[in-house]
């Protein structure tokens, strides 16, 4: 599944998951308020409750207080008749409001048909047997009637004129108001009872659904949301140790990387030293990697170093240290590794493993491994030094042919010693462009002229003279010095050129050598376009030459497309050492390459090698057949040209025609090979 696919189902399932999450959110505080609004209706209905039981309980209290004090007034002498008819007045007062209330509270209506349901409060108040309303009311009237008539009495104003023996204020009438508000306060009670069941019925279910909502959110939400945050914690959690692993190992073979050699090399060395031990530093490089990639593509190229890698573990012990510096440089750590004998043979030993032949695909593969060899203490006393020591033993072990190991001497110690003189000498040159350049005419064997002319670099040193090109440019490249060097003999070739150009001197084409290296370098076509143009040398003039590597290289570097920019502004390119690669046929393409130039390894006693003379033959005819130019160089003897000029390769470079030469040798060879003006003879005579 694509990237984007996968954000948006997360994104998804993320949103569903909030989406459910706040839904069981609503709705729990949904069920809460809801179960708080029911208890709060029931402390409420409590509380009218127990206010109406009290309003009934009042009421009986008061219905037998008016009926004891109307049968007191009566029975008392006059003076104290006054005293009771006021207590009178202020019970039967207080009957009527609380009745009046008790009627309020409970909404009762004597036209509604819930009088005749016996359960009702309105059956008590208004239907038989109780018929509460009409003793209440009736108790109420007669006590106004008593009081009004005891109150004329002791005024002797007009009131009520029937006389207290006519109001009926007896016992009948308070056992009939006490047994009607009796039973009043138990249909009062049996209905805040049932009210009560079936809120606290709703209430319990209430409870009952809220806690299923719980239970479902924590299955269906919180559950799910709890394993995702788990996953995602453990996913991160492998992250972190995937990331932990990636920082210190190689994420191709799985051998510990040089960021942990130069993080844990010294505490190996200072356990040796506390244990009084040899620490061996082999360092490892397989000599013919470049050419397995180039034959079988990278794909074979990272089988054979994981292969590589798992045989270096396997020939070692588990407290030894296999790294890999990067490409196909690896770097054994060996603690305890006895004398020189015991690290000699344990050498042949892991070579002989890692030499063995590796099938790819059907295709058995010879690697082949060189090794180089420094020994704690004897070589070096820090890991920095024995690195390069071993690297050292390496380049020696290489220089004998491969598939062989070295170990570190004092000859290489002066070697060091000497490169590193030699680095520095090179920083020097470049800071002052000591550098020179010479060249060396290619011409055609046909007519003799000028096809063009190589720019070389040397070095004249200010102590130790010449310096040869092939000392001091590996030193240079291993360095990263080469881009500087390249841009002092460019700049300087081209100048020189120009100068030539503008003074009417033939040399064909200026070639300079650019190395992979340098065209990495992001503004290198800048400076290029930049120096031509200060210089005033048409492109037309300028060829570069690359050899087939730079072209394998480029879908990584991305090198073809600044050549094919640098192409279209009219600079030519030539594919220098043509035959000694393993460039397919496709990169030979007249749209891409202007001149092919034949290695001098094949042009060198070509007359007697039938070999040779076949291989140019064949590339003469191919570039001959697509279009393209051909030069061939190192011809040095008169039998190799005219071995060249049979085949049919015009071109050539070499010692036979000229040596490399400093800039005012060249320019007089140069100019002695123009060709002559004719002088124009004026005849004096008279006109007829």
């Known amino acids: ?32 308020i809801a179960s708080f609004i029911l208890l709060q209706q029931m402390m409420a209905t409590q509380q009218h409750n127990n206010t109406l039981l009290d309003i009934v309980s009042t009421q009986k209290t008061l219905s037998q207080r008016i009926v004891f004090l109307a049968g007191a007034t009566g029975a008392a002498s006059r003076d104290k008749q006054p005293a009771l008819v006021s207590a009178l007045k202020q ?29 009702s409060i309105d059956s008590v108040l208004f239907a038989k047997p109780f018929h509460l309303d ?56 049996a209905d805040a009872d049932e009210r009560s069941e079936r809120l606290l019925a709703l209430h319990r279910t209430l409870f009952y659904a809220t806690l299923g909502v719980i239970i479902l959110v924590a299955l269906f939400i919180f559950r799910p949301m709890s394993n995702a945050i788990l996953r995602k914690t453990h996913e991160l959690i492998d992250a972190r140790n995937s990331m932990a692993f990636i920082a210190v190992h190689d994420g191709l073979t799985g051998l510990h990387n040089r960021t942990f050699l130069t993080d844990h090399f010294d505490t190996l060395i200072k356990g040796s030293h506390r244990r009084r031990e040899r620490l061996a530093v082999i360092q490892l490089d397989l000599d013919r990697f470049k050419q397995i990639n180039d034959t079988l593509g990278h794909a074979a190229g990272d089988y054979v170093l994981v292969v590589t890698a798992q045989r270096m573990r396997d020939s070692c012990r588990a407290s030894d240290l296999c790294a ?31 030499n063995e032949p590796i099938v790819f695909q059907g295709t058995t593969v010879l690697p082949g491994a060189s090794a180089g060899i420094a020994v704690y203490p004897i070589d070096a006393d820090n890991a920095q030094d024995l690195l390069v020591h071993a690297d050292l033993a390496l380049y020696s072990a290489k220089k004998l042919g491969g598939g062989n190991f070295s170990f570190f001497s004092e000859e290489l110690r002066r070697e060091l010693d000497y490169r590193k003189q030699l680095e520095h000498d090179i920083k020097v040159a470049i800071a002052e462009r000591a550098f020179q350049v010479y060249f060396q005419p290619q011409v055609s064997l046909t007519n003799g002229t000028i096809s063009g002319i190589e720019a070389l670099v040397r070095w004249n040193h200010a102590e130790r003279g010449m310096i040869p090109p092939g000392e001091f440019i590996p030193v240079a490249e291993k360095c990263g010095f080469m881009p500087e060097i390249g841009r002092i003999v460019i700049a300087k070739a081209i100048n020189e050129a120009a100068e030539w150009n503008r003074a009417g001197i033939a040399f064909g084409r200026l070639a300079v050598n650019v190395s992979g290296t340098e065209l990495r370098e992001h503004d290198f076509d800048e400076f290029l376009f930049e120096t031509l143009e200060k210089a005033g040398l048409p492109p037309q003039k300028l060829s570069l030459e690359i050899v087939e590597s730079v072209i394998l290289d480029d879908e990584k570097t991305g090198i073809a497309a600044k050549l094919r920019h640098i192409r279209a502004a009219g600079v030519h390119l030539e594919l220098d050492d043509f035959g000694t690669g393993y460039a397919s046929l496709s990169h030979v393409n007249p749209n891409e390459i202007d001149r092919l130039k034949i290695d001098r390894r094949f042009v060198q006693n070509i007359h007697e090698n039938g070999d ?60 002695a090979r123009m060709p002559k003006k004719a002088r124009l003879t004026v005849l004096q005579g008279s006109l007829a």
């Open 324 to 354: 890999r510096l990067g490409g196909d440089e690896f770097v054994m750590i060996l603690g305890g590794a006895g004398g020189t004998e015991d690290i000699n043979m344990l050498a042949r030993r892991i070579l002989a493993h890692i």
């Open 612 to 671: 040779n003379s076949k291989i140019v033959r064949a590339i003469t005819e191919l570039a001959r057949g697509l279009g393209i130019s051909i030069v061939a160089e190192g011809a040095e003897t008169e039998a190799e040209l005219e071995s060249l000029m049979a085949i049919g390769c015009d071109q050539v470079q070499g010692y036979s025609i000229a040596f490399p030469m400093p800039h005012d040798k060249a320019l007089e060879w140069l100019t």
């Open 91 to 119: 019970a039967t007062g207080e009957f009527e409001t609380n009745y009046d209330l008790l009627l309020k509270q409970t909404g009762a209506d004597p036209q509604s048909p819930a009088k005749l349901d016996p359960r």
């Open 1 to 32: 599944m694509s990237q984007q696919p996968a954000q948006t189902v997360s994104g998804k399932l993320i949103l569903l998951i909030k989406a459910g999450y706040w839904l069981a959110l609503l709705i729990i505080a949904a069920m809460v």
């Open 134 to 189: 009409y003793f209440s009311v009736g108790l109420i009237a007669n006590g106004d009637r008593l009081i009004s008539a005891y109150e004329s009495q002791f005024s002797g104003n007009g009131g009520y004129k029937g006389g207290g023996e006519r109001v009926n204020l007896d016992a009948s009438v308070a056992n009939a108001n006490l047994s009607g508000y009796a039973a009043l306060g138990q249909r009062i009670s």
